[in-house]
DNA sequence: CAATAAACGAGACGGTACGTCGAGTCTTCCT
DNA sequence: AGGAAGACTCGACGTACCGTCTCGTTTATTG
């Protein structure tokens, strides 16, 4: 008898396909995740969930954060595709709108753990910087670097400082002021701040005390 | 006539001033915040310190995140003083590099237990963002407007945008990119976005079908 | 003097007939006794039932024990009478199914609460002994000498032991055995028991150095 | 090779002998109890004592009197052996102050137990009364059956009074009049009460209207 | 192809914080 | 002046969850 994979007869018992099961974990994760909400999701729940045992659970993962990102960031996966409308607006909204995006019912659930997590746990921190936010931030930076190349960025703009400035902002309005993301918020922030401040470029001499 | 006891010394026992018991247990929250964190901060840490029961403590406010938000809340009181230097740089400088700025090392917790408070009590939320953000956007808005006077905001910019974007920002840089909030950076921000943006205004016909 | 007193005005206030006052305290709690046992028994519900401040309780009364006892000794007051119905057996049937028998519900919380306040306070227990159970066991002696001068009792009988036997045997039947305290009850215990060994006496001498 | 466990070692860490580590709980629950008293013995203290949580407690037992009457049950297991001295005056006083004899100080703070949770809870006080005393009147029982075989017991006495008599009579005297329960005193109550009854036999058809 | 070692489901466990509740003390307010 | 009202400290309660552990089974690997 097959011990089972792929067949959909769905035995009873079907361990180590390696990565299989953990998507499976993930998933159910994400399920429980949304139910409930960050910290009302527990352990137990996740392991009820995915028919695994708890120590199944913390042999993968170090703690019920880590898990969580883990489960947001296999969720989040391949999202990192450059969109290219044609125009530094287009691309912002569609990097900001499309799928995962922050309109997402889970993604406060989720930036709550990640925030808290990372506050209490420095070494998170900073996997999570490198695995997660870096790719968001480095697809952000091809979207200014080719705007640039169209004109649509002035020459001296800092991008390290214009580049996650929209995500700050749109995060700021949705999880402090508690409005919801759409994407006419995001065009009104592009309007208003951004697309001005690319198209600019900075004050002269910014921070510079030697200056005119 | 002193209503209690002998001398007026506000000796060992001195319960209800109202206001008073409520103020020392607050402050009792911040020693403990400050020393563990929010995530291990407990209830009966804080009691122990305040030599209260944790019935009084749960007598006044809902839970944890409550409490730790009201100490926080109790402790930026009169933080809202407009600092009026002069240009809008420098009073955007003032506002978020001074007291209470973001460089305080509670503000990791505190802003943790924030989210999540948030995102787990709706009507806390609400509470907070009436009378903890509230005010703060007022103070922001106050200084743009007054920058308007001098000419220094385009006077088409729309500062339920713009106002709360350097927030928006130095948040997400201090607590998502794990850089702390110095005064140069807040000075690069401004430089790159915000005064750019508010000198120049929005784009034309921002948000708007109906343009060329 | 007594400020007050008497008058059956029935005024709207009337505080400090010193001893009436009190009788209230004491039936409200038997009041909440019989409502809900002594184990439930607050000392914040009686307070409440006799619209009276649990300051007020404790200036009288040590705590809870004392306060219950003391309500079910005020209420037993007076069941001291001797009922003589000229037999022995009749008498002991009168003083164990009359008013205040064992077969009242409230028996089993009160109880409880002797055995236990008595295991915890020696002092109490003292008290309870010589106010409550003394004069119990005065009348069950006064009635077995009158039944020994009408010939119903052997001379040699220690009343010191077979005076107490009866209650002993039947609160344990109601207490431990579980049983209901019905006169037909008390009448078996009393023909199988107690009555003969009043009758015949005690066994000569067993292990006594001086016997006839 | 043995993955762990079996060898005997005793290691620091044996979870699951099923029996085993109720047994040992009982035991601190037991020292506990000797200690403090059952009303000053908490459910945190016996955790601590057993080095186990409270959670484990209350999987286990509904509350702290189904753990200490569990506990006490537990000690007295097996001490349902007949003595058979030749005598029932020999068989009682051995059976009444032998081990787990009402002399032993932690029998005051377990009746009160028993006491009180019986009348709490009816489900208890129908588990506790088939499960421990019962046992204990079986033995009475048949002490007292074998003594009729002896001739010591009147043929006409009804051993469902007589035989829980003496009980009664001695718990009395230990609980409400705060005697200690020596051998004289059971030897006493022996020859005044019980063995005149039972070498006597009832009244001749008390109450009972049918008889010569 | 059996034997072995690893990984698994299940869930009990020790520990800790939670939020509630009652006891007993205290002060203030009211009459 | 003295009692009602009720807030207060203290501490036990019973529950929930975390992260670790052991148990017995199942699976993949090896001799």
Redesign the pocket.
Known sequence: MV???ISADA????????GE?EREILDATLEVLAEVGYD??????V??R???????????W???PELVVAAVMCHHAGAGAVPDTGSLRGDLLAAYCGTGGLNDPRAQSVLSAVVTAMGRDPEFAEVYRRDFIGPKIAVSRAVYERARERGEVHPDTDLTILGPALAGIVLHRAFLLGEPVTPELVGRVLDEVILPAALHGPLRSPHDPADA
Chains 1, 2, 3, 4 share one sequence.
């Open positions: 011990p089972r994979s035995g009873p018992c079907r361990p180590r396909v390696e099961r009302l999701l527990t352990m137990d729940a392991a009820a995915a028919k695994a045992s708890k120590a199944t659970l913390y042999r993968r170090r703690g019920k």
